[in-house]
């Protein structure tokens, strides 16, 4: 066979949903390297394949209608025409960008930490500059000695639209991003239940406000009080550790060793409030030095 017909059986059987120049790339390599596919020979196989070839081929494979244009995404993502699986949006999204993840208000959903239904998606991406940083580490491991930059399709950052498989999309970007959990049955990917809580803290207008996230903490946070506690310490946040502090040890009367040392951020003077969206108020907590202007 002819290495078009070896990459539509390819997406064929592995019934691949969308496609990425890069994501491409990677599954036709083995065909490639052994020069057949599914024990069958490949025809004419090319002897220099890289960024140009590839581009070429997918231009083939639109003609032949084994691939169109995914409109929600900006540019770079094909539809596989034929595939029976339709991924949701967030599966879609992690396939076009591996470092997303479901965050915020979308987060507390999936984990049952709140009976809201986000209009929207929520999911987080790494800044420019640290998904540069996991880029550049992806495609060393990806293409370990073959690595070429000039020459080999580069994992881009692809714009996401506002609707993905017909649902709102927000997407943020964070300089401290998570370390994703797989979710279970799918390719999406989710924030750790820790860094969930600490999300709360640190932009609560994301998470239903600050009114919201507070009960949120009053009724789940003794259950996950290992993971709260764990994630705030290892955040370089003070005012996340004084927002959690105030709320575990003062409001909830929970206790953790951790927590008392998180005393050590208050700031006698500052500018720190429980909400940030709001004004300061006449309340303040002595121990934690926050206005509770709520």
């Given at each position: 066979m002819y290495l078009s017909q070896a990459i539509i059986r390819l997406l064929t059987d592995d019934?691949?949903?969308?496609v990425t120049?890069?994501?491409?790339?990677?599954?036709?390599?083995?065909?490639?390297v052994q020069g057949s596919y599914a024990g069958e020979a490949i025809i004419r196989l090319p002897s220099?394949?890289?960024?140009?070839?590839?581009?070429?081929?997918?231009?083939?494979?639109?003609?032949?209608r084994i691939l169109a244009s995914d409109d929600d995404f900006k540019a770079g993502v094909w539809r596989v025409i034929q595939a029976?699986?339709?991924?949701?949006?967030?599966?879609?999204?992690?396939?076009?960008?591996?470092?997303?993840?479901?965050?915020?208000?979308?987060?507390?959903?999936?984990?049952?930490?709140?009976?809201?239904?986000?209009?929207?998606?929520?999911?987080?991406?790494?800044a420019r500059p640290l998904w540069t940083q996991l880029r550049d580490a992806r495609m060393e491991d990806d293409y370990e000695e073959e690595f070429d930059m000039v020459n080999l399709p580069p994992l881009i950052r692809i714009g996401v639209k506002s609707q993905v498989r017909r649902r709102s999309v927000v997407m943020h970007e964070s300089k401290h991003p998570a370390d994703p959990t797989p979710i279970?049955?799918?390719?999406?990917?989710?924030?750790?239940?820790?860094?969930?809580?600490?999300d709360m803290l640190d932009q609560p207008a994301l998470c239903?406000?600050?009114?919201?996230?507070?009960?949120?903490?009053?009724?789940?946070?003794?259950?996950?009080?290992?993971?709260?506690?764990?994630?705030?310490?290892?955040?370089?946040?003070?005012?996340?550790?004084?927002?959690?502090?105030?709320?575990?040890?003062?409001?909830?009367?929970?206790?953790?060793?951790?927590i008392a040392r998180w005393t050590a951020c208050a700031q006698r003077g500052g500018s720190r409030k429980l909400d940030?969206?709001?004004?300061?108020?006449?309340?303040?907590?002595?121990?934690?030095?926050i206005a509770l202007n709520v």
């Open positions: 019934n691949l949903p969308l120049e890069y994501s491409l790339y990677q599954r036709v390599r083995p065909i490639l220099y394949w890289k960024h140009t070839q590839l581009r070429a081929m997918i231009r083939t494979l639109e003609k032949k029976s699986n339709a991924p949701t949006a967030e599966e879609a999204i992690v396939m076009v960008d591996p470092f997303a993840y479901i965050s915020h208000l979308s987060a507390m959903q999936r984990y049952g930490l709140t009976d809201r239904a986000p209009e929207a998606l929520h999911m987080t991406t790494p279970a049955g799918t390719i999406a990917k989710i924030a750790p239940i820790g860094r969930v809580f600490v239903g406000g600050i009114q919201h996230v507070l009960d949120c903490f009053e009724r789940h946070s003794e259950d996950w009080l290992p993971d709260i506690v764990a994630a705030v310490d290892a955040v370089d946040s003070p005012i996340v550790k004084v927002r959690a502090g105030y709320i575990l040890d003062e409001m909830l009367s929970l206790t953790d060793p951790r940030p969206q709001a004004a300061y108020g006449n309340t303040y907590s002595e121990k934690w030095m």
